[in-house]
């Protein structure tokens, strides 16, 4: 209620100096022959005034202050949540990264499994034959 008063008294100011400002513009540029002259007003400077004017005692009452801790509430929990999503992202590519990772020592194991099966399957169907692994180790021949 209080605030809807106080902007009732600002238009009405506000209006006051505007028609006061309306009434004397006919007044600032006077013809004289056919050169124009300026006539100094003080309309303008009254109308500025009016509209520069306020009450420094609105700004200090309770509820003020009030707004004023809530608009600052509002933005600090603004800047908490932007700062939470980038740590959220910078956590989130580092997950990412490790998953990368995991993911290609499990396909190079996945890999060294397949050739161990295969050494296996090869010294199974080998005895299946009857061919004997030697006991003599394997020479090995340098270019």
Known sequence: ???????????????????GFAKKRPEEVVAVGSEAQEVPNSGIKEMVS??????IGLLLRPT?????????GIILFQTYNNLAINNLALHNEKL????????????????KMGELHSIRNIAENAAAL??????IPPVELVP
């Open 130 to 135: 009857g061919v004997v692994a030697s006991s």
């Open 50 to 55: 009016n509209a520069l004017e306020f009450d």
């Open 96 to 111: 990412r990264e490790q998953i990368q990772m995991t993911s290609s020592v499990i396909t190079s194991q996945e890999l």
């Open 64 to 72: 003020s202050f009030l707004y004023i801790l809530a608009g600052m």
């Open 1 to 19: 209620m209080q605030a809807s008063k106080r902007v009732a008294l600002f238009l009405r100011g506000l209006l006051r100096g505007v028609k």
